[in-house]
């Protein structure tokens, strides 16, 4: 047990004993569900299919808060960003607007998105949003940022139009 109360393992999620394992909230990282699950089928991959480097890699867990509206985050904050690289090898583009969702109704809700990016190719390493739909843009989001996409990558995509998604394939 560490200073918490959480179970100490490795990435393999094996604790200091042999053949004792532990996964989700009990190690006390990434308290998700979702995360509970997927360390539970790589456990089980490593265990019973022979599949010896079969692991979950905790970098760039999307994270929703199911709040109205919804906010969002995948990967680093720019804090960490620059902890990491260097403030002068991080770059942030953001942008705060009005879903076209509410263009013609009497309540304007913001959406918010900070788009984190490091290093000459500009590397995104984090996406944060608020707003109505948040939750379900983050999920392709974090795929890309887990493939090493690129600030030239997002630009070089097509903007579906009209949608809050489509702020970060144009931010400039």
Same mark, same amino acid.
Request: aromatic letters at 6%; a neutral charge.
């Given at each position: 047990?560490?200073?918490?109360?959480?179970?100490?393992?490795?990435?393999?999620?094996?604790? %200091?004993?042999?053949?004792?394992?532990? &996964?989700?909230?009990?190690?006390?990282? *990434?308290?998700?569900?979702?995360? =509970?699950?997927?360390?539970?089928?790589?456990? =089980?991959?490593?265990?019973?299919?022979?599949?010896?480097?079969?692991?979950?890699?905790?970098?760039?867990?999307? %994270?929703?808060?199911?709040?109205?509206?919804?906010?969002?985050?995948?990967?680093? %904050?720019?804090?960490?960003?620059? *902890?990491?690289?260097?403030?002068?090898?991080?770059? &942030?583009?953001? %942008?705060?607007?009005?879903?076209?969702?509410? =263009?013609?109704?009497?309540?304007?809700?913001?959406?918010?998105?900070?788009?984190?990016?490091?290093?000459?190719?500009?590397?995104?390493?984090?996406?944060?949003?608020?707003?109505?739909?948040?939750?379900?843009?983050?999920?392709?989001?974090?795929?890309? &940022?887990?493939?090493? *996409?690129?600030? *030239?990558?997002?630009?070089?995509?097509? =903007? &579906?139009?009209?949608?809050?998604?489509?702020?970060?394939?144009?931010?400039?």
């Amino acid at each position: 047990m560490d200073a918490k109360g959480h179970v100490v393992v490795d990435e393999y999620q094996n604790t %200091t004993r042999r053949g004792v394992y532990a &996964i989700g909230d009990v190690c006390g990282r *990434a308290l998700l569900t979702p995360v =509970a699950i997927a360390a539970g089928r790589k456990l =089980a991959h490593r265990l019973f299919e022979g599949k010896q480097d079969s692991r979950l890699d905790y970098h760039c867990i999307p %994270t929703v808060v199911f709040s109205h509206p919804p906010i969002g985050t995948v990967g680093l %904050t720019e804090d960490e960003a620059v *902890a990491a690289y260097g403030r002068e090898n991080v770059k &942030i583009y953001s %942008t705060s607007f009005n879903p076209l969702y509410h =263009a013609v109704t009497q309540r304007k809700v913001k959406c918010v998105m900070k788009l984190v990016c490091a290093g000459k190719e500009e590397k995104v390493v984090g996406l944060h949003m608020q707003g109505m739909g948040c939750d379900e843009i983050l999920q392709g989001f974090a795929v890309a &940022i887990k493939m090493g *996409a690129t600030k *030239a990558d997002l630009d070089n995509t097509v =903007a &579906i139009h009209p949608t809050s998604a489509e702020e970060l394939v144009t931010l400039r």
